[in-house]
T-cell receptor, first 111, second 117 residues
Framework: RKEVEQDPGPFNVPEGATVAFNCTYS??????FFWYRQDCRKEPKLLMS???SGNEDGRFTAQLNRASQYISLLIRDSKLSDSATYLC????????????FGAGTRLFVKA | NAGVTQTPKFQVLKTGQSMTLQCAQD?????MSWYRQDPGMGLRLIHY???????DQGEVPNGYNVSRSTTEDFPLRLLSAAPSQTSVYFC????????????????FGEGSRLTVL
């Protein structure tokens, strides 16, 4: 079993749609969680951190369920510019060193 | 700030050749790491370092060596390249939890695209 698993995708949605990405992790000791965005042939960049209380940044909402070891990302009112690969990222323990990436979910937003 | 700088951006090798991918960061990050990214596989951790003189293995260390003689530099060495090492390589760095400013965010270089024939 992979340490971090994501929906395989791709997701094809029209502009304005709401799309949700799911991620599960296997290490219950994991302490910090993130969503990264990766554009084609570019380096990953931090989209947002994920907190137990849930957090929102504009059209993006991230949720964490520690009991279920589940992370989600919701994108509302999708834009063409949201087309990218979204990576779920987990640090095994706070300050832990083996940051683990999910394989990513590709999103295509169409006009 | 330059951030994380990787060189070269592109490289073609023949099987059995050796080379070094360079990585340098100017953010005084203690933690540095190397990932490879293959289609459908996501990023896989090769080696990482938590400070000068300290390195450890990640998920896929075989065929790669690293060293960390300074805080700024973390080169990745391929001693005898194989076609299976054809990939995109990313170097990434961040603060460690000992630094109060740490958010856990990883900062990446632009990647090095390696083809082994």
């Amino acid at each position: 079993r992979k340490e971090v698993e994501q929906d395989p995708g791709p997701f094809n949605v029209p502009e304005g749609a709401t799309v949700a990405f799911n991620c599960t992790y296997s290490n219950s000791a994991s302490q910090s969680f993130f969503w990264y965005r990766q554009d084609c042939r570019k380096e990953p960049k931090l989209l947002m951190s994920v907190y137990s209380s849930g957090n929102e940044d504009g059209r993006f909402t991230a949720q964490l369920n520690r009991a279920s070891q589940y992370i989600s990302l919701l994108i509302r009112d999708s834009k063409l510019s949201d087309s990218a690969t979204y990576l779920c990222v987990v640090n095994p323990a706070w300050g832990g060193f083996k940051t683990i990436f999910g394989a990513g979910t590709r999103l295509f937003v169409k006009a | 700030n330059a951030g994380v700088t990787q060189t070269p951006k592109f490289q073609v090798l023949k099987t059995g050749q050796s080379m070094t991918l360079q990585c340098a960061q100017d953010m005084n990050h203690e933690y540095m790491s190397w990932y490879r990214q293959d289609p459908g596989m996501g990023l896989r951790l090769i080696h990482y370092s938590v400070g000068a003189g300290i390195t450890d293995q990640g998920e896929v260390p075989n065929g790669y060596n690293v060293s960390r003689s300074t805080t700024e530099d973390f080169p990745l060495r391929l001693l005898s390249a194989a076609p299976s090492q054809t990939s995109v390589y990313f170097c990434a760095s961040r603060l460690t939890a000992r630094d109060r400013a740490s958010t856990g965010e990883l900062f990446f270089g632009e990647g090095s695209r390696l083809t082994v024939l």
